[in-house]
């Protein structure tokens, strides 16, 4: 049982670039999120969906994308990185709104 | 408006020193759910504890437990005699049962550290 997998750890980007941040998890959970994490600000949602075809936003959605075409994956898309996006990514499940969240180890991305 | 206060940016204690984590929460929901999560410096999130605000009994787990007080908004996190794989940073974070259960509300992070 592997839980909320994410992929890459480490990713360096130049300004422009576009790429995918990939989420799987195999707990069979509706709910999945992804996160933001910079110091001092703990951390911030981006999207979240709530099942397979529907997504919505969160606080912090500017500049990317996400969808839900299975259960189990929930990827990312940094449309065109910007320096601004130098964070450290979580995606996250919970099996529904009255439970804790389970996250991957997240992605540390670097747009230089 | 939902939001969590973590008025402690960092904290350091020597080993078997007691430590309190202090959480602050606001929300308008009756109904609502609070967490814990220690961040180590290997960066993953692991869960310590869910608790529904309509349970404020207070809960241990071994060297660990918390006291959740609805008459002051507070859920703080206390660590007996702590050591030094205590040191982390620790998160509060809050879920409300209605319209925006879809998200969890995380506080700024309280960093631990505990010497040897």
């Known amino acids: 049982n592997a839980g909320v997998t994410q992929t890459p750890k480490f990713q360096v980007l130049k300004t422009g670039q576009s790429m995918t941040l990939q989420c799987a998890q195999d707990?069979?959970?509706?709910?999945m999120s992804w996160y933001r994490q910079d110091p001092g600000m703990g951390l911030r949602l981006i999207h979240y969906s709530v099942g397979a075809g529907i997504t919505d936003q969160g606080e912090v959605p500017n500049g990317y994308n996400v969808s839900r075409s299975t259960t189990e994956d929930f990827p990312l898309r940094l449309l065109s990185a910007a320096p601004s996006q130098t964070s450290v990514y979580f995606c996250?499940?919970?099996?529904?709104?009255?439970?804790?969240?389970?996250f991957g180890s997240g992605t540390r991305l670097t747009v230089v | 408006a939902q939001k969590v206060t973590q008025a402690q940016t960092e904290i350091s204690v020597v080993e078997k020193e007691d430590v309190t984590l202090d959480c602050v929460y606001e929300?308008?929901?009756?109904?609502?759910?609070l967490f814990w999560y220690k961040q180590p410096p290997s960066g993953e999130l692991v869960f310590l504890i869910r608790?529904?605000?309509?349970?404020?009994q207070n809960e241990i787990s071994g060297r660990y437990s918390w006291n959740f007080q609805k008459s002051t908004s507070s859920f703080n996190f206390t660590i007996t005699a702590s050591q030094v794989v205590d040191s982390a940073v620790y998160f509060c974070?809050?879920?409300?049962?209605?319209?925006?259960?879809?998200?969890?509300?995380f506080g700024s992070g309280t960093r631990l550290l505990v010497r040897p």
């Open positions: 707990m069979n959970h509706e709910y």
């Open positions: 608790r529904n605000s309509f349970d404020e």
């Open positions: 974070a809050l879920s409300e049962a209605g319209d925006s259960s879809y998200k969890l509300i």
């Open positions: 929300t308008r929901d009756t109904t609502y759910y």
């Open positions: 996250a499940s919970r099996a529904g709104r009255y439970y804790g969240y389970t």
